[in-house]
């Protein structure tokens, strides 16, 4: 399996003052995609993920929360209401944290999906939806 390097972008307006989200719902790929204020809190959250064979989840220091989803990265075997009240909680903690988005990780899930204009970030790097092509983060 090709393996390639973590790609890296900038993100503006999810609020963030600490801590970090991940998830493996990310359109088209699902490779895991993540939004944080700094490397541990980013690293401890995508670690959580592949224990968990998937899911979405936050983390604050040592305080991470997780909803599995290890089928395929994108689906559980939990039931509706159990769903409905880790996401919930996942969404409040992310709130802690300063995150002002209504819907994160439905929000990051379409910033890795490249034939929406303008800036996607794939596994294969930054995007651009208008040109059509890839791009620098530095030009």
Do not use: R
Not at 18 to 39: E, F, M, P, R
Not at 101 to 115: E, G, Q, S, W
Not at 117 to 130: A, E, R
């Amino acid at each position: 399996m090709l393996q390639l390097p973590p790609q890296v972008a900038y993100i503006k307006g999810f609020g963030l003052h600490k801590g970090a989200l991940a998830s493996t719902i990310a359109h088209d790929s699902h490779n895991i995609i993540a939004v944080g204020c700094d490397d541990k809190d980013i690293v401890n959250v995508i670690n959580k993920l592949i224990s968990e064979k998937g899911g979405i989840a936050v983390s604050n220091g040592n305080d991470i929360k997780c909803l599995p989803l290890p089928i395929a990265g994108l689906m559980t075997t939990l039931k509706a209401e159990e769903v409905a009240n880790s996401h919930l909680e996942l969404k409040q903690m992310a709130k802690e944290l300063g995150c002002v988005i209504n819907a994160p990780y439905m929000t990051m899930a379409f910033m890795a999906l490249p034939v929406i204009p303008d800036l996607k970030l794939t596994d294969m790097g930054l995007f651009d939806g208008i040109a059509f092509g890839f791009t620098s983060l530095w030009e």
